[in-house]
């Protein structure tokens, strides 16, 4: 008997038209669909008259409901994979179950369709070359800060998810460690309310902050222009290149090898550095 297969079916982060062909094609077509929220799930399927058997796979049950998973695709049937909306896999349940089925040599099929980071991105007016996605900060205050600390020199778009009671707090916390950059915050993509708010950090907090806030959000950040400077950078910016030199020296290195990393460190031609170090 051959294998069965897994399909990744995206559905609507809001508006149901925007389902694809291929996507009601593949819950028609499977043995059973298993979903982040069934409550949700049955109200999809049922506008669009699918019928078919429906189980739940979330953060507390998806190692654990894996296993039945898999056994049930190694015995050829064809499973259905969905969230509540847009890609399962990215901030929902989907990823830990697609490495299984690598693992087990299981076909998986991955249909296109809409994630509400990318909607967001492209409505936001900020850069679209390069961007990376940072999905939620986290719950806890101390955790955001200390991320939002190690992406401040980033100078990629970034795009976060965020839920509606948190959001002012998130824009406060990317005020104060990241400063007062351009940002982009859509709230109900596809829907009836879509909104997008646009403007520096501040300028969309108070926005917020004297209108209330409903639905799922998304985040789009415009990158650093700072240049990152390290402690190490701090410490070598005040020696001179001689010094600079010499204290390689000190901690083992030999010669040649110093003025190389001296030449590299403050960008400077290596003939420069080594007439600095000829009565070292």
Known sequence: MSKGKLTVCPTPIGNLEDIT????????????????????????????????????????????????????????????????????????????????????????????????????????????????????????????????????????????????????DTLEDMLKVLGNRYVSVARELTKKYEEFVRGSISEVLLYFREKGVKGELVIILEGSDEVYRSKEDDFFSEMSIKEHISYYISQGTDKKEAIKKVAEKRKLPKREVYKESIDI
Not at 41 to 46: A, M, S, W
Not at 65 to 92: H, T
Not at 143 to 157: C, G, P, V
């Open 21 to 168: 062909f291929r996507t009601l094609k593949a819950l028609k077509n499977a043995d059973i669909i298993i979903a982040e929220d069934t409550r949700h799930t049955v109200r999809l399927l049922n506008h669009f008259e699918i019928s078919k058997p429906l189980t739940s796979y979330h953060a507390h049950n998806e190692k654990s409901k894996s296993i039945s998973v898999i056994e049930r695709l190694i015995d050829g049937e064809k499973v259905a994979l969905v969230s509540d909306a847009g890609m399962p896999g990215i901030s929902d349940p989907g990823a830990y179950l697609i490495k299984a089925c690598i693992k087990e040599n299981i076909d998986i099929e991955v249909l296109p369709g809409s994630t509400a980071g990318i909607v967001a991105l492209v409505g936001s007016g900020l850069c679209t070359e390069r961007f990376a996605f940072e999905g939620f900060l986290g719950h806890q205050k101390k955790k955001r800060i200390e991320r939002l600390e190690q992406i401040k020199y980033d100078d990629r778009t970034l795009i976060f998810y965020e839920a509606p009671h948190r959001i002012k």
